[in-house]
């Protein structure tokens, strides 16, 4: 059960699989079109809110609303997302032609839940809300979701959505943000919005240099130093009612603007938000791409799940900043997380038998896909581990494919013995160079 990762490293990444180079039909499809983004788009944002519900073997999608948001924050080039990341994606449809005109790929925190036995007794829902550049013609929204056998990418929803239709509600959101770092422009950056949850009106210098450290730790680490001219950060700023974090497992409740809390699936440390509606609308207030919450506690904690948020406690010294730029690197682009939990044999999210969608895992299936070209030939794969190379100076160590990772022991294999996804330290060069290719994409 993928909840167990918390049990030993408390901090958590939803990550979303796939070939690295991989271009799917519908890139194929967009670049034969030749979408041109003012032909089909507006400058700003619309968004679908819906409730994703269900259990451990059904889903299903229950529309709720339609909103227009503030300026569109991400590329006008990029509409098509080539990767397969994720456990999931959704599509803009143009109704008079029929072109994809726009895709997307995310994971959501009901994808989780699908795994932990909870599901197989009961079903729920959570809210959910995806965001796309307004089109200016009627649409189609189509969602998918992974079979949960073959993997396969299958059609789980659908709604068609009129421009004129006047139920869409309008943008009632003011921008109102504070820079933490000016990369460069809109169009052509990757623009993080980072959320406060926790803090009271007393508390807001506590949050701005909360901000701080968490620019601080991103721009340390390669590739993102390299990118600081791509890359802006903002801040939105909101007061919660009460200070600090809510911890359901030792009986503390506390009132947040969020609502973030401790014992997400009953795991202590896996600190999360299930209202991610409630998310999109704080997030609304600056133009954004990526979401990361910091949280007023210093309680170890928290999580990230790919193009949905990230999050981590503000307050905790020590090793905070590794633990940002780790959940960073699972909700920017599904990372997977390279470490094992001993005695874990089986996991729901990584069968022998498919190759994981996330950039720095492989079970062989389809080696060509991830890192295979950047194995020296004089490298034996798999490539044997010694526990001594947890000592060695991280640029010693050979880029190869070691077992173990993805919580698994056995069967799914590892580019490096030490890597930021692994034991907090520098991203390693499987993980920098997909880093990279997605910032190419996404401030193309
Ligand atoms: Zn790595």
Redesign the pocket.
């Known amino acids: 059960m993928k909840t167990a990762k918390f049990i030993i490293f408390s901090f958590l990444a939803m990550s979303c699989v796939h070939g690295i180079n991989a271009q799917t039909q519908e890139q194929k499809q967009a670049d034969s079109a030749k979408i041109i983004y003012s032909d089909y788009f507006g400058e700003n944002t619309m968004r679908y809110d819906f409730h994703h519900g269900g259990n451990s073997t059904d889903e299903y999608y229950l529309f709720d609303r339609i909103k227009r948001e503030g300026a569109w924050a991400g590329s006008k080039t990029s509409l098509i997302n080539p990767f397969e990341y994720g456990e999931q994606h959704f599509r803009i449809v143009d109704t008079e032609s029929g072109k994809v005109i726009y895709k997307n790929n995310y994971c959501t925190l009901f994808n989780e839940w699908q795994t932990t036995p909870e599901a197989a007794r009961v079903s729920r829902s959570y809210p959910e809300a995806l965001i796309f550049p307004e089109p200016k013609k009627d649409f189609t929204i189509q969602i998918f979701a992974r079979n949960k056998v073959s993997k396969a990418m299958e059609l789980k929803h659908s709604h068609s959505v009129s421009v004129s239709d006047y139920n869409i509600l309008p943008s009632r959101i003011a921008n109102e943000y504070i820079d933490i770092h000016n990369g460069g422009d809109i169009e052509h950056s990757l623009d993080i919005v980072l959320l406060p949850d926790g803090f009271t009106n007393e508390e807001k210098e506590k949050f701005l240099a909360s901000c701080q450290m968490w620019k601080d730790a991103l721009f340390a680490y390669s590739p993102f130093k390299e990118n600081t001219r791509r890359i802006n950060i903002r801040a939105v700023w909101v007061a919660s009612p009460e200070s600090g974090i809510s911890e359901p497992g030792h009986n503390k409740w506390v009132n947040t603007c969020l609502g973030s809390r401790f014992f997400t699936f009953g795991s202590e440390r896996y600190q999360m938000v299930e209202d991610f509606q409630r998310v999109r609308d704080m997030a609304a207030m600056a133009p954004y791409e990526s979401i990361f919450i910091l949280t007023n506690t210093d309680k170890y904690g928290g999580g990230g799940i790919y193009n949905f948020y990230g999050l981590g406690s503000a307050g905790k010294t020590g090793r905070t900043g590794e633990v940002y730029v780790h959940e960073f690197g699972h909700s920017l682009m599904g990372?997977g997380d390279?470490y094992v939990e001993v005695g874990n044999t089986v996991s729901a999210f990584y069968p022998a038998d498919k190759e994981p969608w996330e950039a720095?895992l492989t079970t062989f299936v389809n080696f060509e896909g991830k890192w295979e070209d950047m194995i020296d030939e004089t490298t034996p794969i798999p490539t044997p581990f010694e526990q001594s190379m947890l000592a060695m100076p991280q640029h010693e160590l050979v880029t190869g494919a070691y077992e173990g990772g993805g919580y698994l022991e056995k069967g799914i294999y590892?580019?490096?013995p030490l890597?930021?996804?692994?034991q907090l330290r520098d991203?390693?060069?499987?993980?920098?160079r997909a880093i990279s290719r997605y910032l190419d994409y996404i401030c193309k």
Not at 419 to 422: A, D, F, I, L, V
Not at 427 to 432: A, E, N, S
């Open positions: 990372l390279e720095n590892r580019p490096t890597c930021m996804m692994n991203f390693c060069p499987v993980c920098r």
